[in-house]
């Protein structure tokens, strides 16, 4: 197991140390950051997991490359909100991959609109959201450290117009490639400490020629967990890097992006706030488990900075649920 284990430590490396610092770029790319926290390096419980999902962004400021607020421009809308609900399916298998138990991951959402950049100037009204499928999910399990390795890819089934103030999806293609640990600091794997990257390959929008840059976004936390896992605490945390330019053509314009806002700024963005998992069983029978957390942004460049919650009930068969 101990290459397995160099392996997975070489991958995070490799994301971390990469990193250029903040690229040089503006449109968003797919992944949410924060969507993963407290143990976040870690494969669920072999089993089927699903479940609801909720989550909530919001901001009422526009940063520029240097970090400073931007003014407000028109004097009129100064706030934009975001919501989404999904359904969560996690497949854990018995079957083997390099030692790794193999497993799967989709998520179908709908979202009241679709944040593409820096503006305020987005409607709501709810609809089919882009699908993410990840036919890729392999789970270490050592003694102190779980190793997590992913890839899976977003399928643009949201509706999309170029400048379009209501779209629901992203208008592209994106592969993203992720690897993650979740380390434990005793024999009881009480106290834990949790990292995981995922590199995002976006792109070309439909009908346009916006060739969007690649993005990264490291998520994880620092918790303490009770009742044998089932509860936990913790401060979960993340950032999101553009780590190259996007390509616009010369015949494409991106209305309400800005004018202070360039797409040649550094985009970046980090936040930390709290996280819980609650466990909810019956007659000793673990019936589901809450996840709620809850992230304020900081030290944004060139792109919105706010608040973000995202809550998760999921509904877990597997064999072992007594507790």
Known sequence: ???????????????????????????AGHHLPGSWGLQSGSQFAEGLAIGPLYLHYGSDKIMDGDGNELPNLTGEKRDVRSDAFGLFAWWVSQYKILGANYGIQAIIPFVGNQ???????FETGF?????????????WHLKQADFLATYGFYIPAGSYEAGAEDNHGLGMWTHEF??????????QKRWHFAAAGYFELNGTKKDTEIDVGNTLTVEGGLGRSFLEGALSVGVA???NWKLSPDKIGLNTDIPNLPSEVTLEDKHRVYALGPEVTLPVAIKGRLISLITARYQWELDARSTLEGERLTMFVIFPFFAGQEK
């Open 115 to 121: 944040i593409e950049f820096a503006s305020f100037e």
């Open 1 to 27: 197991m101990k290459h397995y284990c160099t392996f997975a430590w070489l991958a995070i490396a490799s994301i971390l140390m990469g990193m250029p610092g903040p690229g040089r770029a503006q449109i």
């Open 127 to 139: 609809g089919l959201a882009d699908i993410f499928l990840q036919p890729v999910n392999l789970g």
């Open 237 to 239: 945390y993340y950032a």
């Open 178 to 187: 992720g690897a993650g640990s979740t380390l434990f600091f005793d024999a």
